[in-house]
């Protein structure tokens, strides 16, 4: 339990209150476990794995279900006011967000079925280089966001926010090399738009990371930060 779900005066809220916690840090875990799924399809050259990924996103939506059942339940049961009605909300925009990722993670396995499945010939390795740097630099701010959500701590999360204008330079960088790498050799020409979804699926992951990152320090501030520059919210988290 952490200090946003304790020290009502009905027990059970609290116990509710847990329960939605855990079940967004269970989701998070399952979103994590698919964008790695996901990456090790394309690396392992292997549709049938990416198969078994796309499967398993009905997994992310069953909980993400579940989770509007229970949010929609608890505010009709305990008509929460102020911040248990503001953490019920941010919540339910987590979990929204962690269910986007499933999806960006399941448009990955699907490009491993498109560049493997088929009679044309497999993409250089180089062409798909940037594609593992950026997974490792999504996935480590989507761990971090859901540390700093568990743990409910504005510092870590505000590190997630910061990293996002390096994933937006990291994702220009990548497509200027990969046109490079184009001109070149003329034969990446076929997957580059592959490769180009691929990377714009990560870094939109990297988008919904900073989200939940923001709703963290929306929940122990109660100010809206999503337009807000880093200096601005540093000074609040102060």
């Known amino acids: 339990m952490n200090k946003m779900t304790e020290g009502h005066t009905v027990k059970r809220f609290d116990d509710e209150m847990v329960f939605l916690h855990r079940l967004v840090l269970e989701i998070g875990s399952l979103a994590q476990n698919q964008l790695k799924r996901a990456v090790q399809t394309l690396n392992d050259k292997d549709p049938s794995a990416a198969r078994d990924v796309i499967s398993r996103d009905q997994e992310l939506n069953d909980l ?8 929609i339940n608890l505010i009709v049961k305990r008509q929460p006011m102020a911040k248990d009605l503001r953490e019920i909300i941010t919540i339910s925009k987590a979990v929204s967000d962690l269910e986007r990722v499933g999806d960006e ?35 480590d701010m989507l761990k971090s ?3 700093a959500f568990d743990e409910l701590d504005a510092p870590k999360a505000l590190d997630v926010i910061r990293l996002d204008s390096e994933l937006e330079e990291e994702y220009k960088s990548a497509l200027r090399r990969l046109t490079t790498f184009v ?4 034969r990446a020409i076929g997957h580059m738009v592959d490769v180009v979804l691929g990377l714009r699926a990560l870094e939109r992951i990297g988008g919904h990371a900073k989200n939940i990152a923001g709703y963290v320090i929306f ?7 999503r337009h807000e520059s880093v200096e601005c919210i540093e000074k609040q988290i102060i």
């Open 64 to 71: 993400d279900v579940q989770a509007d059942e229970e949010f």
């Open 105 to 139: 993670a399941r448009k990955i396995a699907q490009l491993t079925i498109h560049i493997y499945d088929t009679d044309s010939s497999p993409p250089n390795k180089q062409v798909l280089r940037d594609i593992n740097t950026m997974a490792a630099f999504v996935g």
């Open 145 to 147: 966001s859901l540390i």
């Open 183 to 186: 001109m070149e050799d003329s």
């Open 219 to 225: 929940l122990i501030t109660g100010s809206d930060v």
